[in-house]
């Protein structure tokens, strides 16, 4: 194994900005670089725009046309820190669960709107699922199409009250924006029939 | 050593630190990857190869519109990505800090500051100019006690117009003292005057006084540091006491390993002249009391009992010290002729030989009763492990462990390094020799322990380890030493992964990284001398054992138990742990592989009877530690004393078959086989349990080792001896480690799999995940590769492993004979056992590549020879798989994980024993249900030979590679869930999987 290190070619915290054959331009630090598959990760801000997170991005740069080194380390990289793989492996399985549940809910046919809807709930109760076309929040509300306020069930209490506060804002939310986008396209009515 | 070496054992992208971590930083998010033809799959990132393979879970072509979300049916279970079809790939909104270990544990915060605190020099405070002599010199000069009372009054009167009442005299609290010369008053005064000087003469007073007066300053009281010159050796008191490790070093030099552990200290300690007689005694006594002190950790190796244990970590833990020791004496009086010399250096001080009567007196008894001194070994052992977090399970294998490994440490000379390596802390290099070898195992014990889930499965394969030991090590006694460089390398992998174990006292031995990191160290040194130790203390100890442990364990492995009675069905039970552990191995290093798997099973086995006779309670324990003590004492004492009985009387075969019982030899020979071959497998067990499954593969390798010069011929030859069940064992075990993984990948595939129909690929893709330890670690056994129908193409990802679906394809042709050729040759009572050999069996023969490999022929040769017809053939197969292809090994090893979580154990008398059998299920199970057992399985099989039949295409074009690769398979989508229950491998846990991380690379060492 005669593969050289990763700071050989890469130095592991400098910036590199190259161009995928895709026509991609990707630009991050470096994180790590293995020669023999010619994999380079970078480590790039977070595309939503969360402080705390960040982007991976691999590139293969078998297929990349230019890399230039923006700037190079300046401090030693830190000690790879262990990691607690159990909850890696968690992380994947539940990741998947989540993905299939909700894949086997677009495929029994639920509607666009109660797939909005139970992405809104996801983000902020994770404990949300599908059954058959009902979302099942916390095994305890039951939201069945077309996933209006009223269609909230479960015991009364706390948890109900506040899945309806979700269900009340998502749909505030959709309306807005549709009235927004709705506004928008009068508007380009509006202009288009005056250009005319 | 260190991480370099390591580094270097670990191929591909497993090599780069940097990378493994950060992608495994990233597993279980969720990701989109685009491939070479533009096409963008979105999924859950499962884990990758050495070749920098991705594999995605629940993957999905993502469209160029924005769509809510995949419908099910375009979801694919998993996909590989190669490398090379790879452009991007993005994961967003990351946490890196998300599978940190948490940062408050001490050790997590002492991890990040070490080092720092060095750079923080004490400099005295300069005030600068400013202040200058007014403020601080003047207060320095100014000896009043601060303010005077008046002083205070005035001011207050003053500046706020307050009047103090302060009387001196107190009157309101007192009444002034009337004087008069009455005879009365004169009376009172002279009683009230002898009344204060009986008082203040008093010893309390004075000691009271004193402390109000006493002019040190609080900080010198305290909070200050005082480095004052201490005397080495105190007199008393000193036991208990922290020994920074500089310190330890003067006292005892000649250790050499000088590792924190207890060996050092207790030396140290003993050198301190009035209380300790004994700790001189183990000075001169050497290696063995080193050996236990160190090895153990435990507590009480030492006669003086507080001292070791306090500082040993498991000493806390332990049983009472005084346990300990009756083991010791056995190990003592071997030692300490040997030791002498190296000892005087070190301990020198005081006079060992007035310590030695004393410990002789203590000690005697001890020594007298075999059966006691196993005991107390057993004992050490489970103190040791009970200050591992999971100790209790590992308790009871290490006792039997224990017991076997002392003898070898006598025996050998390597011993010494062994246990230094293993111990770590233990290390006596030099007086240890014999006892290291214990000191190793223990640790490995220990170790094992630590990482809960690995330790189920170690349980099981220790024991089967057991088993083989005897037979190994008095193999190994009888041929002498004969370390080759495979045992050496079996030693390092060994020791890697006993070094995890050792690392106990690091606190993180449950993670992989650390594991991985500490192995190497350990492994170096100990690697070398391990192989003579290890065989003949494994060899010696395990023999006793067997016949015992066997019976005892006979339960745990419903195979086991017949074997106990007779040779032949021994082996059988033997070789199905084994064949569980060896799969990997024996992909590695064809002859050394099959070797390994019969090692495997026969620790297995070992473990199982020690679980059992634990669970029996003393009576079993003693008959098992008689019937070890007697094969242990004769090895250790022969090498020590040069008094060995049995090793001059008959070489290898003899002593096997003499000794404790036949079926326990047999296994053993098995595991020399494996031993090269147990790294690997004991990479797949030791997710569950790695330290444990370590030091038994070690064990069974030296023996090999010892006893036979070159691998294959040695292996040959213990098998004959032996005899045909022998052979059979070590052969159905490498077999049925073989098949067994190649099942468990169909078995998954197939639940897997409306891909499965489609594909060809699928199959192609599974040798890939084998091949890829990284995968199935992460993936936590279950991944399973989905090709996509869809495309029809030959999957890209598959071409890369196409040498691999060859062989995976043979297999699968293959074993349907093989299950039948298995069937006829698993005379063994246990079921499990049979079909975990007739799957290896029939792999091996199937696959083309044996022929490659001379040594491999040679042993399967000899196998066949000993064994039936089919044996034969399923040795060969074996070994030239193993010979062919080192990635195969990995697969294999990847695979095993999976075996555990599938969670069969039909056996399970102890969970430790019921792990082994469980994995051997599981084997089973999978080619069962290739065979047809289940309509499902057969389907899987037959798609897996049309894997096949298409892998071959692939090779040819790797060009289409992202076609292949993501094709949905809109059909599979129900199947999927399926698959994801029946792969249960993720329980095997992180551990498991860090274990595998390790574990590569000391395979590719061992290759190397």
């Not at chain 2, 007689?277 to 009992?305: E, I, K, M, Q």
């Not at chain 2, 060859?806 to 297999?811: G, I, L, Y």
Request: proline share 12%; aromatic share 6%; hydrophobic share 25%.
């Amino acid at each position: 194994m005669a593969a050289p290190g990763p700071g050989e070619y890469f130095s592991v915290g400098s910036h590199v900005s190259c161009l995928t054959c895709l026509g991609q331009r990707l630009q991050g630090e470096v994180v790590a670089f293995d020669y023999q598959s010619k994999m380079l990760t970078l480590k790039c801000a977070s595309s939503s725009g969360k402080p705390n997170l960040c982007d991976v991005i691999l590139i293969n740069l078998a297929y990349v046309s230019d890399v230039e080194i923006i700037n190079d380390r300046t401090e030693t990289p830190p000690p790879l820190a262990s990691l607690n793989v159990s909850k890696l492996a968690t992380r994947a399985r539940m990741e998947k669960e989540d993905k299939l549940s909700q894949a086997y809910a677009i495929s029994a046919g639920v509607s666009v709107e109660g797939q909005q809807l139970f992405q809104t709930i996801h983000k902020t109760i994770k404990d949300c699922k599908w059954q058959e076309k009902n979302i099942v929040v916390m095994d305890d509300v039951i939201i069945s199409p077309p996933y209006q306020v009223e269609n909230c069930k479960g015991k009364e209490g706390s948890a109900l009250s506040h899945v309806r506060k979700i269900v009340e804002k998502h749909f505030r939310d959709v309306e807005s924006q549709k009235s927004l986008q709705r506004s928008q396209a009068q508007q380009t009515q509006k202009d288009s029939a005056l250009s005319s | 050593m260190s991480f370099l070496d390591f580094q270097l054992a670990y191929s591909g992208v497993y090599a780069n630190m940097r990378m493994v971590h950060v992608l495994t930083s990233v597993v279980g998010t969720k990701c989109e990857l685009k491939v070479r033809n533009g096409v963008v799959y979105e999924g859950v990132f499962k884990t990758y190869g050495p070749e920098c393979e991705l594999v995605l879970d629940a993957a999905h072509r993502k469209g160029p519109e924005p769509v809510v979300g995949p419908r099910h049916e375009d979801i694919v279970e998993s996909i590989i990505f190669k490398a090379s079809d790879v452009v991007v790939v993005q994961f967003k909104d990351i946490d890196l800090n998300y599978a940190k270990k948490d940062n408050f544990t001490d050790s997590a915060v002492s991890a990040r500051l070490n080092g720092e605190h060095k750079e923080k020099d004490l400099k005295p405070w300069d005030g600068g100019e400013q202040h200058g002599s007014d403020s601080l010199e003047s207060l320095d000069a100014d000896m009043s006690n601060g303010w005077d009372p008046n002083d205070m009054f005035r001011f207050n009167e003053e500046t706020y117009g307050v009047k103090s009442t302060y009387d001196s005299s107190l009157s309101s609290y007192t009444v002034p003292l009337e004087r008069d010369n009455s005879e009365e008053f004169l009376k009172r005064e002279a009683r009230a005057t002898q009344l204060a000087e009986e008082i203040e003469a008093s010893a309390t007073y004075k000691a009271r006084v004193a402390l109000e007066n006493d002019l040190r300053s609080e900080e010198e009281k305290f909070t200050a540091v005082v480095r004052a010159e201490r005397e080495s050796h105190t007199p008393s008191g000193r036991e208990n006491k922290y020994v920074p490790p500089g310190q330890r070093n003067k006292e005892g030099l000649s250790w050499g390993a000088g590792r924190q552990n207890s060996p050092r200290m207790v030396q140290s300690n003993n050198n301190v002249p009035s209380t300790r007689p004994g700790p001189h005694d183990y000075s001169l006594s050497s290696a063995a009391d080193r050996v236990l002190n160190g090895g153990a950790t435990w507590p009480s190796p030492c006669p003086s009992p507080s001292r070791p244990p306090s500082r040993y970590q498991s000493g806390s833990t332990s049983l009472p010290p005084r346990a300990t020791t009756p083991t010791r004496p056995s190990s003592r009086p071997p030692s300490r002729p040997t030791r002498p010399p190296s000892h005087p250096s070190v301990h020198g001080s005081s006079a060992p030989v007035s310590t030695m009567p004393k410990r002789m007196s203590t000690e005697g008894p001890l020594r007298m009763s075999p059966k006691t001194q196993r005991t107390p070994r057993a004992h050490r052992l489970s103190s040791s492990r009970g200050g591992i977090p999971s100790g209790v399970d590992f308790i009871p294998h290490s006792a039997p462990v224990d017991a076997s490994i002392p003898p070898p440490a006598h025996s050998s000379m390597s011993g010494g390094t062994w246990s230094s390596v293993v111990s770590g802390g233990e290390q006596h290099s030099d007086l240890s020799l014999t006892h290291r070898p214990r000191s190793p195992k223990q640790t490995t014990l220990g170790s094992s322990p630590a990482g809960s889930c690995p330790q189920v499965g170690t349980t099981p394969i220790d024991p089967v380890a057991v088993p083989v030991s005897p037979t190994t090590a008095s193999l190994a006694s009888n041929q002498a030493i004969t370390p080759s460089t495979e045992a050496k390398e079996s030693r390092v992998q060994e020791t890697r992964q006993m070094s995890p174990v050792a690392n106990k006292e690091i606190v993180k031995p449950v993670d992989t990284s650390p594991s991985i990191g500490r192995p190497v160290n350990k492994g170096d040194t100990l690697y070398l001398t391990f192989p003579a130790s290890h065989e003949a203390s494994t060899g010696d100890k395990i023999a006793p054992p067997p016949p015992a442990p066997t019976m005892s364990t006979a339960t745990p492995n419903t195979s086991i138990s017949p074997g106990s009675s007779s040779s032949p069905s021994s082996p059988s039970s033997s070789a199905s742990p084994a064949s569980v552990l060896c799969p990997a191995p024996e992909y590695k290093r064809g002859p050394e592989v099959t070797s390994q798997g019969v090692q495997t099973t026969g620790p297995g086995s070992k473990l199982d009877g020690q679980e059992d006779k634990e669970e029996k309670k003393d009576s079993v324990q003693e008959q098992v530690r008689k019937s070890t003590l007697n094969p242990n004492a004769k090895e250790f004492n022969p090498r020590t004393f040069c008094t060995q009985p049995k090793p001059a009387t008959t070489p290898t075969p003899p002593r096997p078959q003499g000794q404790p019982s036949p079926s326990v030899v047999v296994p053993q020979p098995p595991t020399v086989y494996s031993q090269t071959v147990c790294f690997p497998q004991m990479y797949p067990l030791t997710p569950v349990s790695p330290g444990v499954q370590v030091p038994h593969m070690t064990v069974s390798q030296t023996k090999p080792y010892r006893a036979v010069p070159s691998m294959p011929q040695q292996r040959q030859d213990q098998h004959h001896s032996q005899g045909t069940p022998t052979m059979m064992h070590p052969a159905s075990a490498t077999g049925p480690s073989i098949v067994a993984s190649s099942p468990a990948y169909s078995a998954q595939y197939f639940t897997c799999s409306p891909q499965q129909f489609t594909s060809q690929t699928l199959v192609q893709q599974m040798p890939h995940y084998q091949s890829q330890h990284v995968f199935s670690s992460v993936m936590q056994g279950s991944a399973r590769m989905m090709a996509p129908p869809t495309h029809g193409q030959p999957s890209l990802v598959s071409s890369s492993t196409t040498q691999y679906a060859e062989q995976t394809h043979a297999m699968y042709g293959k074993c349907p004979p093989a299950l039948s050729v298995s069937k006829l040759l698993p005379m063994s009572p246990g079921p499990i056992p049979q079909s975990y050999s007739h799957p290896s069996a029939t792999l091996h023969a199937q696959h083309p590549q044996p022929s490659a490999t001379p040594t491999g022929q040679q042993q399967q040769g000899q196998h066949a020879g000993s064994h039936p017809a089919p044996s034969p053939v399923q040795h060969q197969a074996a070994q030239a798989l193993h010979l062919g292809t080192p990635s195969q090994q990995q697969m294999y090893s990847a695979l095993t994980p999976t075996p555990p979580s599938m969670n069969p154990g039909p056996n399970t008398q102890s969970t430790q024993a019921s792990f082994p059998s469980a994995q051997q299920a599981v084997y089973i199970h999978t080619q069962q249900v290739q065979h047809g057992y289940n309509p499902s399985h057969m389907a899987h099989v037959q798609q897996a030979h049309l894997q096949s039949g298409v892998v071959p295409s692939h090779h040819t074009t790797p060009s289409h590679p992202p076609m292949m690769l993501m094709a949905t398979q809109p059909p599979g989508g129900p199947q999927h869930s399926l698959p994801q229950s029946a792969l249960p491998p993720i329980p095997v846990s992180s551990t498991a999987h860090f274990s595998y991380m390790a574990h590569p690379s000391g395979i590719t060492q061992g290759t190397e």
